[in-house]
Antibody
Framework: EVQLVESGGGLVQPGGSLRLSCAAS????????MSWVRQAPGKGLEWVAN????????YYVDSVKGRFTISRDNAKNSLYLQMNSLRAEDTAVYYC????????????WGQGTLVTVSS | AIQLTQSPSSLSASVGDRVTITCRAS??????LAWYQQKPGKAPKLLIY???SLESGVPSRFSGSGSGTDFTLTISSLQPEDFATYYC?????????FGGGTKVEIK
């Protein structure tokens, strides 16, 4: 059974940093692109970043470029999101999601971890 | 980035109704469109990919159509478990984007 379990969320002050983790199991993690998708409270979905199987390609939504870094450790079946210079508008539930083999479509999602940026 | 506009933003319908949701892209995206269902407090669930391909395990009452800039998600006979919010998502460009969502409520 495919499982994605996020952790690392919490309350952080504006300008602060946080590192999210996603532990994957039930599939060959190293064979899939992976993404982070977020959802602000009461709002819609926003794709944040994705990373190729070997980590050689990474893409970001414009609003997080230069502040967030996506990475992965295939030996640990884990995905990460390093978030720096956090802003109030980064407050959201952050989901880890697996992309299907032939396109940037998300077939499995984690349960999400809440990040709150507030003083 | 490619903008996706969903309409309506919300709708009220009864069990058994046929429901259609529209997603319009700001530029042509071929068939690179997916649809998701999200229930409160839960992660989204993939329903349709490549505009019209039904994800495994999804009931056949769900269908998708369209290409280029105009797409639709149709629920042929609304069931109680279908009351949720639906999102479209394009994957034609490396900057992935979602529509604003359509909330389907009970009439």
């Amino acid at each position: 059974e495919v499982q994605l379990v996020e952790s690392g969320g919490g309350l952080v002050q504006p300008g602060g940093s946080l590192r999210l983790s996603c532990a994957a199991s039930g599939f060959t993690f190293s064979s899939y692109w992976m993404s982070w998708v977020r959802q602000a409270p009461g709002k819609g979905l926003e794709w944040v970043a994705n990373i190729k199987q070997d980590g050689s390609e990474k893409y970001y939504v414009d609003s997080v470029k230069g502040r967030f870094t996506i990475s992965r450790d295939n030996a640990k079946n884990s995905l990460y999101l390093q978030m720096n210079s956090l802003r109030a508008e980064d407050t959201a539930v952050y989901y880890c999601a697996r992309e299907i083999a032939y396109g940037d479509v998300f077939d499995y999602w984690g349960q999400g971890t809440l990040v709150t940026v507030s003083s | 980035a490619i903008q996706l506009t969903q309409s309506p933003s919300s709708l009220s319908a009864s069990v058994g109704d046929r429901v259609t949701i529209t997603c319009r892209a700001s530029q042509g995206i071929s068939s690179a469109l997916a649809w998701y269902q999200q229930k409160p407090g839960k992660a989204p669930k993939l329903l349709i990919y490549d505009a019209s391909s039904l994800e495994s395990g999804v009931p056949s009452r769900f269908s998708g159509s369209g290409s280029g800039t105009d797409f639709t998600l149709t629920i042929s006979s609304l069931q109680p478990e279908d009351f949720a919010t639906y999102y479209c998502q394009q994957f034609n460009s490396y900057q992935l984007t979602f529509g604003g969502g359509t909330k389907v409520e009970i009439k």
